[in-house]
């Protein structure tokens, strides 16, 4: 099972600000990778997948790469909506996983 | 593109429930469909997926040989039976469409509660 470690837990960032969110994979998952953004109460919504590739919909603030084992979400000017938790997910094999998240909150 | 879940509750352990997961919107023989569980307060934990063309089933090793996804093309609707359910099953659990890359999710459900406690 590939295990993805995303880090940091907790962001604390001021609007207009950059957020830069990892996420590290036991082992390769070539461009694998996708990243969801959640808030409370809602579901997930896919923000990136294969890595670099924005959603149908997904502002040009949100942005994605790296390849094989680490991977960046970034945001490039935090927008009062994108406070939320975000996840990845890889799709190389079997069993699929998720990344244990990280939560973008306001400072 | 809608999703649609219903069956959830309150169970005891070692009990049964049965989740479905209406959908609408696209063409739904065509997509691998999964699901996704998060328990309280926790992250995304994938559950299971039914593909979309080859009619494979892949679960996680933590519902093996309890839980059985199935699907029905002619009404759109996803199906999840859960057996012999734990306490460590309450989760809410969510229907997930598969992109057109099969195994990334586009659309997801609103979610249903499953409880499980004596």
């Known amino acids: 099972e590939i295990v993805l470690t995303q880090s940091p837990a907790t962001l604390s960032l001021s609007p207009g600000e950059r957020a830069t969110l990892s996420c590290r994979a036991s082992q390769s998952v070539r461009g694998y990778l996708a990243w969801y953004q959640q808030k409370p109460g809602q579901s997930p919504r896919l923000l990136i997948y294969?890595?670099?590739n924005r959603a149908t919909g997904i502002p040009a603030r949100f942005s994605g790469s790296g390849s094989g084992t680490d991977f960046t979400l970034t945001i490039s000017s935090l927008e009062p909506e994108d406070f939320a938790v975000y996840y990845c997910?890889?799709?190389?094999?079997?069993?699929?996983?998720f990344g244990g998240g990280t939560k973008v909150e306001i400072k | 593109v809608q999703l649609l879940e219903s069956g959830g509750g309150l169970v005891q352990p070692g009990g049964s429930l049965r989740l479905s997961c209406a959908a609408s919107?696209?063409?739904?023989?065509?997509?691998?469909m999964s699901w996704v569980r998060q328990a309280p307060g926790k992250g995304l934990e994938w559950v299971s997926t039914f593909t979309g063309r080859s009619n494979t089933t892949y679960y996680a090793d933590s519902v093996k040989g309890r839980f059985a996804i199935s699907r029905d093309n002619s009404n759109n609707t996803l199906y999840l039976q859960m057996n012999n359910l734990r306490v460590d099953d309450t989760a809410a659990y969510y229907c997930?469409?598969?992109?057109?890359?099969?195994?990334?999710?586009?659309?997801w459900g609103q979610g249903t509660l499953v409880t499980v406690s004596s």
């Open positions: 919107g696209f063409t739904f023989s065509n997509y691998a």
């Open positions: 997910q890889h799709r190389s094999n079997w069993p699929l996983t």
């Open positions: 294969d890595a670099s």
């Open positions: 997930a469409k598969g992109s057109s890359r099969s195994y990334d999710f586009d659309c």
